[in-house]
């Protein structure tokens, strides 16, 4: 079982930036695929980073590969999501999730994440 609780979302202006982070319980945590998903108001969840353990094959979507920055610290059971260059499109709220599997790159959008955060509110203006 893990439990994640996310945080360092709020108000950006646009080119601006924000880290967001993601506390996971449990002592397995470096087993477990981390993701990133978003989803805006009256659109669907998307996975926006997603990583393995060493972080060695992460996964961006197109819209903000370049930007976000997924990494790990699994000694303190924590994934970030690191945001540069926000844009006012990037306002949603932004979950963190886990998956116990293994994926790389693209494959990270087709395995089921079967652990989720609350949730924290990401907003751009511009």
């Known amino acids: 079982q893990v439990q994640l609780v996310e945080s360092g979302g709020g108000l950006a202006q646009a080119g601006g930036s924000l880290r967001l982070s993601c506390a996971a319980s449990g002592r397995t945590f470096s087993r477990y695929v981390m993701g990133w998903f978003r989803q805006a108001l009256g659109e669907k969840r998307e996975l926006v980073a997603a990583?393995?353990?060493?972080?060695?094959?992460?996964y961006y979507a197109d819209s903000v590969k370049g930007r976000f920055t997924i990494s790990r610290d699994n000694a303190k059971n924590t994934v970030y999501l690191q945001m540069n260059s926000l844009k006012p499109e990037d306002t949603a709220v932004y979950y963190c999730?886990?998956?116990?599997?293994?994926?790389?790159?693209?494959?990270?959008?087709?395995?089921?994440?079967?652990?989720w955060g609350q949730g924290t509110q990401v907003t751009v203006s511009s």
């Open positions: 990583a393995t353990w060493n972080v060695g094959s992460a």
């Open positions: 999730a886990a998956a116990s599997d293994y994926c790389s790159g693209y494959g990270c959008r087709l395995i089921e994440y079967g652990y």
